[in-house]
């Protein structure tokens, strides 16, 4: 198959015509790729700030029909319209009995990047090939375990629901079901590409009071607005302390989300949120990032709270065709989260976009 092949971090990747990709075996099915948006988790492996050996097939914001089915798969057939997702539960584990479906033992294949049972069914002249971030599916083809391809109705444009496999679970499903944000909350966003966007509409969604969106980028604050947040402030050049102290008559915010990937804000929202408040880790800063919290100020006598944030907390199989629902019936916009359309061969180019913060998502056509 065709596939875009990153042999390590800092180089170029290559689009191969031949690489090699498994029959789905007892409970996977195999899905021809038709769009994968690019995710900034993909650039930090790209770019070498999440380490991670190659060779390796990223992207894991992807959609398109299925191919075949293995063994004992009999809720799917060929043909059918999927949504990928990185992390497909298993149903039966401690954390999906626990109603934690994001937290299943299948999620290490984000750590290991293999499927579950630690093959990855990739290989070119017999070398294997990494599946990234849970997906790999700047591909021709995946091979998923079949709780990882969630159907769609027919009618649903694959070329726009791809955002919902990464953004829209982790931003929107962070404010509903991570923060089970309140309406009348205030609200707090920091960092405006695909995933702080995806949370600026949960909250609006959520009827959040007051929707503070924060970028440096022009562009991408007034994405923001548009997509409900009630103030856009530039960090760099504006006060957003003193905003959020405006905005809130001296309490800080209910809730503040952590999308740009820079471990400082999340100290930042720990300043900035409310006794009582939370401040919830959507990005995943550089490894060497760390943050200093001084704990009997900041917990013991003001009771904040900071939270992870693993793709919004979803159980995916519930949660697509709910975002979708929520697209139909105008509640959510997924036409307005890409800026870009590539083919496979320009996938260098949109990842260039994406360090530069150019547009919002770029969606790759397969
Ligand atoms: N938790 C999860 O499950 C999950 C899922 C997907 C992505 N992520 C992570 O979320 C982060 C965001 O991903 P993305 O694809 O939206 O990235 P992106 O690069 O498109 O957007 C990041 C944004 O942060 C902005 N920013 C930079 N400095 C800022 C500052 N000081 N204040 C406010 N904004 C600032 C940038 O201008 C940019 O618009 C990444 O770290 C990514 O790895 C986490
Ligand atoms: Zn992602
Ligand atoms: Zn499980």
Request: aromatic content about 4%; hydrophobic content about 45%.
């Amino acid at each position: 198959m065709r596939a875009a092949v990153l042999e390590s971090a800092g180089q170029p990747l290559v689009v191969h015509d031949d690489v090699d990709i498994i029959e789905p075996r007892a409970g996977e099915v195999r899905v021809r790729v038709r769009y994968c948006g690019l995710c900034h988790s993909d650039y930090s492996i790209v770019s070498g700030s999440f380490p991670m050996p190659g060779p390796i097939i990223l992207g894991h914001e992807a959609a398109g029909t299925v191919d075949c089915v293995g063994p004992g798969v009999t809720h799917l057939a060929p043909g059918d319209p999927v949504i990928l997702t990185p992390l497909p539960p298993c149903g039966s584990c401690y954390f999906c009995l626990r109603s934690q479906h994001n937290l299943c033992v299948n999620g290490m294949s984000l750590a290991t990047m293999a499927l579950p049972d630690g093959e990855t069914g990739l290989s070119r002249n017999g070398e294997k090939i990494l599946r990234g971030v849970g997906v790999g599916a700047l591909a021709e083809y995946v091979v998923t375990p079949a709780s990882g391809a969630i159907k769609v109705d027919a009618d649903v444009p694959l070329d726009v629901a791809c955002v919902i496999g990464c953004a829209m679970q982790t931003g929107v499903g962070a404010v509903l079901n991570t923060a089970r944000v309140e309406a009348g909350a205030t609200v707090l966003v920091m960092g405006l590409g695909g995933i702080g966007l995806a949370a600026v509409q949960g909250a609006r969604l959520a009827g959040a009071s007051v929707l503070i969106a924060s970028d440096p980028l022009p562009e991408r604050r007034a994405a923001a607005l548009k997509f409900g947040a009630t103030h856009a402030i530039d960090p760099l050049t504006e006060d957003l302390p003193g905003t959020v102290m405006r905005l809130t008559g001296g309490i800080g915010m209910d809730y503040a989300f952590e999308a740009a990937g820079k471990a400082a804000l999340i100290e930042t929202g720990i300043a900035l949120t409310r006794s009582g408040g939370t401040t919830l880790c959507l990005g995943a800063p550089p490894l060497e990032e760390n943050v200093t919290i001084p704990m009997v100020t900041i917990f013991a006598s003001t009771e904040k709270k900071l939270c992870g944030c693993l793709l919004g907390s979803c159980n995916s199989p519930r949660d697509i065709p709910r975002l979708i629902s929520l697209w139909r019936n105008g509640q959510l916009d997924l036409e307005g989260m890409i800026t870009h359309r590539r083919p496979l061969a320009e996938i260098n180019e949109g990842f260039a976009d994406l360090a530069a913060g150019r547009g919002i998502r770029t969606v790759i056509e397969i």
